[in-house]
Structure formats: structure tokens, C-alpha cells
């Protein structure tokens, strides 16, 4: 299956159609652990911005490190200064807080770029790609500076 080298998504081809797409915010770029959690925010409908895959959590028990991650992909997207919010939107389990903590630190460094978490509309332990719509939405809408 064909990876977006843009946002890592996986099978949508390369640029996805949501990285070509022209009537989307590049100011904004959400930060996932899956594709499946893409399809979950497009359904609230509130998001317009871009995405970034990051697949996976760290996860020291499973043996998963940010070196594992599209972090460095993360990374290079924001060198354009274009971007000037990432929403960190990993799941609120140990791992998706690890690995948000993770990001937060290595993004605090970078100029010009908000960091935000979602709010915890949604409960805690709730995968993001199960959460239903009306809850992510208020998660969006409430997110924090991180
Ligand atoms: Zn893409």
C-alpha cells in the first residue's frame, strides 16, 4: 500500500487526497497514532486542517520507541514555517500521553509553532478511532496549549 509522504498515511495514495486537497487549513496539522483516527475526526466534521500518522505509540513494554514513529517526518514538515499549530491528538491512554509528552518537548523548541492537546472530551482509555463524533468534536474545540 502506497504511504503519503507527506502525512504517512497509509493507501490513499501519494499525496492522499486529504494532503492535496486545496480548501484545507496548512496553518494546522493534527497528529495521530493511526489512519483509522483520520476517519474518526473527518466524521466530527469540525476539523479542517491537515493530518500527521504518526503510527504507533511509544510503548516501552512493547518495545516501541519514538524512533519507530514519524516523528522525523513530523519534524521536517513543520521546517517551512508554514505551520504554526500542531494538536497533539494521541489517545488518552499511557502510551498516547507518553508519546504526546514526547512530542511536546521536541515541538517546544521549534519557533513560531502553538502546541495543543485535545481536551479530554473524550474519556479516558477510549481510543481515539472509537470515539464518537460529538465527543471529538468538543475534544477539538476545547484542546489546550499543551
Ligand atoms: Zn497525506
Request: aromatic share 4%; with cysteine; glycine share 10%.
Amino acid at each position: 500500500m502506497a504511504t503519503c509522504s507527506v502525512c504517512c498515511d497509509l493507501g490513499g495514495g501519494d499525496p492522499c487526497a486529504l494532503c492535496a486537497a486545496p480548501n484545507r487549513d496548512d496553518k494546522t496539522v493534527l497528529v495521530v497514532e493511526q489512519p483509522q483516527d483520520i476517519l474518526a475526526f473527518e466524521r466530527s466534521g469540525e476539523y479542517r486542517g491537515r493530518y500527521h500518522v504518526l503510527h504507533g505509540a511509544i510503548s516501552p513494554l512493547d518495545g516501541v520507541g519514538a524512533d519507530q514513529l514519524k516523528v522525523r517526518e513530523l519534524l521536517e514538515r513543520l521546517r517551512n514555517g508554514v505551520v504554526t499549530e500542531v494538536i497533539l491528538a494521541t489517545d488518552p491512554d499511557v502510551e498516547g500521553d507518553a508519546t504526546a509528552l514526547y512530542l511536546g518537548r521536541l515541538l517546544a523548541a521549534i519557533d513560531g509553532v502553538r502546541t495543543t492537546r485535545l481536551a479530554h472530551g473524550i474519556s479516558v482509555g477510549t481510543e481515539i478511532e472509537y470515539a464518537d463524533a460529538m465527543s471529538l468534536a468538543r475534544a477539538l474545540e476545547n484542546r489546550r496549549d499543551f
